[in-house]
């Protein structure tokens, strides 16, 4: 369930009677947590809330063990929207999406203007937080007559022009009748999977710094150390296979493919289970080469320079086992 209005929210849980509820963000949004927990504590006198301090990536990371441990009523995610490909989807998770209210600058808007000028179609798409933004610029460029794209995502309950660091549907929609993509957020985090797997130009409209951002060095940066990994697995003879236990992360057969593939190769194969991956918790594993990790494609993008052994995703080990192409998946 989607909830978007903190009034509809608050009125939701006194219908449904709850007593005990859960409240997990990403750390980007801790101090919005805080604030939503402090308006249901005021409106709801008779409710306990117990806020996540755990690591958080988004609508893949619901944790389904809080429900029985905790005895809980209901989880609300502040930040994103459902996430498709969760194994666990209990009937009592809020989705709490938060749009940022500022708007486009006259200034901002001129830079966009020229750049624009530069293309015949203009794509846009955007994060979430900056949904209504994205909207209002399709239009300011439309009344002064530029040709603009924004499309809805495959799935239903995501918004027009909504991406994910994993879902670019809505770009992937409109990538043939564009030249030129312009997404809008802040940071490259959404726009690099933009410019990974679309080879068209990409330029972030940051609204909150306001500056327009070009992803092409970002890109060629990225798309060299990702070749180089790939090799570098290819040399490697003691692989380690992670599956992640997060309800929106686990893909047990991916790994056991990525292990019987491997082991067709003669490697030397361990799987591993392991909920954060991160450069630290890899460090203790001193004999094992390279990993294959079946949890979040974009770990083995934007942690890549991070990681001091190769971790390829999945898409990068179709590559690396000769089922596709570099520059299929890489345009």
């Known amino acids: 369930m989607i909830i978007t209005d903190a009034k509809k ?3 939701y849980i006194k219908k449904q009677g709850a007593q ?25 006198k008779e409710i306990e809330i117990i806020i996540d301090g755990n690591l958080n990536y988004g609508g893949c990371d619901i944790q389904g063990n809080v429900f029985s441990l905790l005895d809980l009523d209901i989880v609300i995610h502040v930040g994103h929207t459902p996430f498709q490909h969760n194994i666990i989807k209990p009937e009592n998770v809020i989705y709490y999406p938060l749009f ?3 708007k486009i600058t006259k ?16 794509g846009v798409v955007n994060s979430l937080q900056y949904y209504k933004q994205s909207l209002e610029l399709v239009n300011q460029l439309q009344g ?28 992937h929609k409109i990538k043939d009748k564009i030249d030129v993509f312009f997404v809008v957020s802040s940071g490259v985090f959404h726009a690099l999977g933009v410019a990974l797997w679309i080879n068209k130009p990409t330029f972030v409209v940051d609204i909150h710094n306001e500056r327009i951002i070009d992803l092409e060095k970002l890109r060629r940066k990225y798309l060299s150390k990702i070749a180089y990994n ?49 450069q630290e918790q890899l460090s203790y594993f001193l004999n094992i080469e390279a990993f294959i990790q079946t949890a979040c494609p974009r770990l083995s993008i934007d942690d890549i320079f991070a990681f001091e052994k190769p971790v390829l995703n999945m898409e990068q080990f179709l590559i690396l086992i000769g089922k596709k192409k570099f520059e299929e998946v890489y345009p």
């Open 20 to 44: 005990r509820i859960f409240i997990q963000s990403p750390n980007g949004f801790r101090s919005k947590l805080i604030y939503l927990a402090d308006k249901i504590e005021r409106e709801i």
């Open 230 to 278: 790939i090799e570098k697995t290819r040399e490697c003879l003691k692989i380690g296979v992670i599956i992640s236990p997060k309800s929106g992360q686990f893909n047990y057969m991916s790994a056991r493919f990525a292990y019987d593939e491997l082991k067709k190769l003669r490697k030397k194969v361990y799987l591993i289970s392991m909920e954060n991956i991160t």
């Open 9 to 11: 929210l608050i009125e």
């Open 144 to 171: 002064d007559g530029f040709q603009v794209f924004i499309e809805k995502p495959v799935y239903n309950y995501m918004f027009k022009g909504q991406i994910l660091g994993c879902d670019i549907s809505a770009a």
């Open 100 to 102: 940022e209210n500022k």
């Open 107 to 122: 200034k901002l808007y001129l830079e966009i203007y020229k750049l624009a000028k530069q293309y015949n179609n203009i």
